[in-house]
């Protein structure tokens, strides 16, 4: 537009001078040409003030000229870029091995899988990994809960959790005595209580208070980014991940956060496993070790125990659903240091700034509080346009979030569907079959 301006300028500018070179008093032509001229230049006038200029008036040196470039493209780029790298640093992803683990297959010459594939897990290997066991900062395994092999991802460990707590049979070196270095079921869920209440204490605000900001769901959905500095006042620790008084163990904000986790996925109550005895006779059956179980007997000690697994797998995979939208939540707030910047940020930071900045801006390093608003109104009409094309820009971003929260919607609603159907799945003892599920 500011072209375009400049152009009529000269157009109008131009015919002033040619008319004003042959304009004769006596001549009514020239008379009439003149006042053409007096028209134009009213007309000229009246488009300056249009476009927000008073052309009697000479610039003002002291005032800024309007430029076309966007009014803070630092400010712009810096949230976008942030935007863009966090990211794909929060998105869960299963990462028991590298390949597992890419958002797009890396053949090695691919210049845009060397870029997003090296965000991967980032919210859970920096600056601590996730396998690193009893962290006294950041999220991580929990030696008191979790079992051994530590995994790389928290989806992953709980998931190893649920297929590989064995029942207490398994861990007793004796009929009195259990091996002190085996995780079962109900040490996980004695570790995770702590010592036992009185009778008069349970209910007491005190007994409560260390682990009540555990169980409250605004702990992990409230925080834009989570602190991993320690709050002696609302923390519960212990020692290398060992039973403490009344509770799992929380030194930071993001720890108390993951422990929210841990309660409401029912991490810290294992479902029961067989016991030893029971699995080692059916096994026995099963594999006729001792080559003297009857064919028909075998077969239905085969049939139990590949129901059992399938079920149990199946269990796993369907409870994963859930557990990762958790895991999402939590790392879309977990701390990341973008390229290229010195402060940590988040998904969930970078998309509330991206989306605010422009409403309000805090006041930048040299104590001025310029705010967008202020300078849109003041920019050029290209400055204007660039500015809308950019916002567009983000609003696509925005669109691409929807999609990806869409589609774990999409998930979550259809293994709740799976699981509706598979109660209302139809059984056989009417025609004389055993139940495959018994």
Not at 26 to 49: E, F, H, R
Not at 310 to 338: D, H
Not at 357 to 374: A, C, E, H, I, M
Request: glycine share 4%; hydrophobic share 35%.
């Amino acid at each position: 537009m500011k072209h375009k301006f400049g152009l009529i300028a000269c157009l109008i500018a131009s015919t002033v001078l040619v008319n004003s070179s042959y304009a004769d008093p006596n001549d009514p032509a020239s008379q009439q040409m003149a006042s053409d001229t007096d028209s134009l230049v009213k007309y000229l006038k009246n488009l300056g003030a249009y476009m927000g200029y008073n052309l009697e008036n000479a610039p003002d040196s002291q005032k800024p000229a309007a430029t076309e470039q966007l009014v803070n493209p630092n400010q712009t780029q810096t949230i976008e870029l942030s935007a863009f790298n966090t990211l794909f640093g929060a998105i869960p992803v299963n990462a028991i091995s590298a390949v597992l683990m890419n958002f797009v297959p890396d053949d090695g010459n691919s210049p845009i899988a060397n870029v997003i594939n090296s965000f991967a897990n980032t919210t859970f290997k920096t600056p601590n990994p996730y396998s690193t066991v009893d962290s006294q900062q950041y999220v991580s395994a929990l030696s008191s809960v979790d079992q051994k092999t530590y995994q790389p991802d928290p989806v992953n460990q709980a998931v190893l959790d649920i297929l590989g707590t064995p029942d207490s049979s398994y861990c007793m070196t004796d009929p009195t005595t259990s091996n002190p270095g085996c995780l079962y079921g109900n040490k996980v869920m004695s570790n995770a209580i702590g010592t036992l209440p009185g009778t008069y204490e349970f209910f007491t605000y005190k007994y409560i208070q260390p682990f009540l900001s555990q169980l409250n769901s605004n702990t992990l959905i409230s925080p834009l980014l989570y602190s991993t500095t320690s709050n002696s006042s609302d923390s519960t620790s212990s020692n290398a991940g060992q039973p403490i008084q009344n509770g799992l163990p929380a030194q930071t904000q993001a720890q108390q956060a993951s422990n929210f986790i841990r309660y409401a996925s029912g991490n810290i109550n294992p479902i029961p496993l067989p016991k030893l005895k029971d699995y080692d006779n059916l096994y026995t059956q099963a594999a006729n070790t001792a080559k003297n179980v009857p064919e028909v007997t075998q077969m239905q000690a085969q049939a139990k125990l590949v129901s059992y697994f399938s079920n149990l797998r199946a269990y796993a995979a369907q409870t994963s659903v859930g557990i990762s939208n958790l895991y999402y939540i939590l790392s879309k707030r977990m701390p990341q240091k973008p390229a290229g910047s010195q402060q940590m940020s988040s998904q969930a930071l970078s998309e509330f700034s991206m989306a605010t900045w422009r409403l309000f801006s805090p006041t930048d390093p040299k104590g001025q509080n310029v705010q967008w608003l202020n300078q849109i109104n003041t920019a050029s009409s290209a400055a204007v346009q660039k500015e809308i094309v950019t916002l567009l820009a983000e609003i696509n971003y925005q669109l691409y979030l929807n999609r990806q929260q869409d589609e774990r919607l999409l998930l979550t609603q259809t293994m709740l569907l799976m699981q509706n159907s598979r109660a209302m799945q139809p059984s056989t003892p009417s025609v004389g079959t055993d139940d495959p599920n018994s």
